[in-house]
Each structure stands twice: as structure tokens, then as C-alpha cells.
Nanobody, 123 residues
Framework: QVQLVESGGGLVQAGDSLRLSCAAS????????MGWFRQAPGKEREFVAA????????LYTDSLKGRFTISRDNAKNTMYLQMNSLKPEDTAVYYC????????????????WGQGTQVTVSS
């Protein structure tokens, strides 16, 4: 069982940066593949990035590669999403999720979810 809590969202201007955190409880964090998703109003939940158990492998949606960076610190049971050069179209609720299988871009593959953190980017 893994419980996830996101933090770090907020209201920023276009071009700013934010770092989201996902704190996990439970001893199984280091054995879980992790991912970030986002959901804008009226849209489906969208894959952002994923990271393997060790942090040695990462996966990004192509449109965000180069601006967003996923990382994790297993000693702190925490995953991060560094978001740079934010754009108004990045506005969404951002969710972290855990899975036993690294590499999936589908929300269906993820077993545990946080409650989400709102990111709003003004133009």
C-alpha cells in the first residue's frame, strides 16, 4: 500500500518555474515505478512523465521533454517534478501515481494516486 500527497502547486506567471513534490508513505515506495499526470478542465488525464524504481530511467511525453524533469529520492520517499518555462497551457491539476510496472503512459497502469495539486499559469 502506498499513500501519496502532492504539494508545490500554485499560481505563477508564464516563464516561471515550479517544483512539485510527491511524498509517499509506506515501505514499498522504492519498489514502485512512479509517474506524474495532469488534467485540465474538460480534458482527459494526460501523461506527463514516469520514473523507474531506482530513478535510473525516465520517460516523458514528447511535448514536455526539455522543460519538465522528473526525479526521486528514495531515502526521502519523495518524487519531484521540476517545471521550467511554464506556459498557460500547462495549467492543470497535477497528480502523482505509483505502479508496479515502470514505463506505462496510461493511467490504467497506475494503482495508487494522490489527491492532486493545482498549477495555474497566467499569461
Amino acid at each position: 500500500q502506498v499513500q501519496l500527497v502532492e504539494s508545490g502547486g500554485g499560481l505563477v506567471q508564464a516563464g516561471d518555474s515550479l517544483r512539485l513534490s510527491c511524498a509517499a508513505s509506506g515501505r514499498t515506495f522504492s519498489s514502485a515505478g512512479m509517474g506524474w499526470f495532469r488534467q485540465a478542465p474538460g480534458k482527459e488525464r494526460e501523461f506527463v512523465a514516469a520514473i523507474s524504481r531506482s530513478g535510473g530511467s525516465t520517460l516523458y511525453t514528447d511535448s514536455l521533454k526539455g522543460r519538465f524533469t522528473i526525479s526521486r529520492d528514495n531515502a526521502k520517499n519523495t518524487m519531484y517534478l521540476q517545471m521550467n518555462s511554464l506556459k498557460p497551457e500547462d495549467t492543470a491539476v497535477y497528480y502523482c501515481a505509483a505502479t508496479g510496472r515502470y514505463g506505462s503512459r496510461s493511467p490504467i497502469a497506475y494503482d495508487y494516486w494522490g489527491q492532486g495539486t493545482q498549477v495555474t499559469v497566467s499569461s
